[in-house]
């Protein structure tokens, strides 16, 4: 099974994004940050060329100017949950009918704080997302399919160590503390990167490649200074075992499709 997961910034242009990912001629697809407009457009554009089945979060009390999530797919998928939570919009959880079986695929983006919130604002943000954050944690935890993908844009972490350890955006760099209220993002982060394992759900990139390569999936410049965060994943069940498990790096730049590198990952089947 060859999955491929990207946030597609709301790019209004999407005939290059779709012949990116046709190109490697994937059984799922994974989409981030789709614009409402987008959605139909993605729908017919992928029926037409033999991915006839498709799943988005949109639903009627969507929250204005958000985006969605999607997945497409080459073989039948049906809805896992109608999620009643702040921030519904920003995962998806499906059930894929592949030939070898059911695959949960749980498709996440999590939210990114703006500058420009209040503290009345920031509050009501924290809460919400924490919740989405521990929903996703709770849907791959308390499901034990043998078949199960979590891949997305976690926007975390901030560091990856050749121990295998991690540091977020929630603790400082020089004492590895969490910063002021930053406790519970800290730990959550943590369980969705990390935590899963003791549920048999691995990060695919980490399996295949270990700890001593270092990658990033979104880079910035900041006074002169160019710097990147892998904050893009692929995590699977143990029965799922990755075989190729890469970064698009080109269709980020110089292709310039999305300020976010898709990930793509190959996987054999373990029963």
Sequence with gaps: MKLITWNLNKRRAIEPQIAALLSRSPDVVALQEVSLNNLPRFREAFASVGYPFTLDSFHAAFVARRSFVMIVSRHPIQRLYELDIPY?????????????GDVMVHNLHSPVTLRTMDDSALAVHNRNKLQLLQTTFDCLSNDRANFRVLCGDFNSPRRELPDG???????????????KDGAAFNHIHRELLRGLARFEVHDAYRRLHGWNVDDFSWRASYRGRSFGFRLDHILSSESLVPTECFYHHAWREPDNLSDHSAMEATFAVNT
């Design 88 to 100: 519904s919009q920003n995962l998806l959880s499906s059930r894929v009918q592949m030939s070898f």
């Design 165 to 179: 350890s991690i540091i977020t955006f929630y603790q400082s760099e020089k004492t590895l503390r969490p910063t």
